[in-house]
């Protein structure tokens, strides 16, 4: 009783049990209100993948512990705080980086930010193939084709 221990996430959810406490979780700095403090005031300038390389996705995993912190943690991660502000820069980088090297503005980011980052130079990429007419083919979209057949199923039945 009274250690502390870091253990993988994993075992933290299945040990953790609101009425018989086992455990208790500590947040991890990044997820505290001193660097929260520092998402409000420019979340462009924190290096999120020096701090933690899945900082959205382990932050939401957090809020299964019971934190009076959670709702606040909450709020930094998915408010205009930390993504909606990173968010616009990451697709105004990823579409104005056209046959650049994009290691320096891929470095600071979480992994996915990284993924919506790759998401943008793909798009930006393939239509400046289309506009210089080596696009063979213009094809719908899988999210629009699998729109299209779940309507088409939903009408069968």
């Not at 019971?66 to 943690?73: F, G, H, K, L, Q």
């Not at 790759?118 to 930006?124: D, E, N, R």
Request: net charge neutral; glycine share 6%; hydrophobic share 35%.
């Amino acid at each position: 009783q009274g250690s502390k221990l870091e253990i993988p996430l994993w075992l933290a959810k299945g040990l953790h049990d609101s009425k018989r406490r086992i455990i208790s979780v500590e947040l991890p700095k990044i997820y505290k209100e001193a660097w929260r403090t520092v998402f409000n005031a420019d979340a462009n300038v924190v290096d999120l993948h020096k701090m933690g390389p899945y900082y959205y996705g382990f932050g939401s995993q957090l809020l299964n512990f019971d934190n009076p912190e959670n709702p606040d943690i909450a709020q930094t991660i998915l408010q205009a705080s930390t993504f909606i502000s990173r968010f616009r820069r990451i697709m105004d980088s990823s579409q104005n980086a056209y046959n650049e090297d994009t290691s320096v503005l891929v470095a600071r980011l979480d992994e996915l930010e990284r993924a919506l980052f790759q998401a943008g130079q793909k798009g930006l990429n393939d239509f400046q193939c289309w506009e210089k007419g080596q696009a063979s083919q213009i094809t719908a979209s899988s999210l629009v084709q699998n729109y299209g057949k779940r309507k088409f199923t939903d009408m069968d039945g």
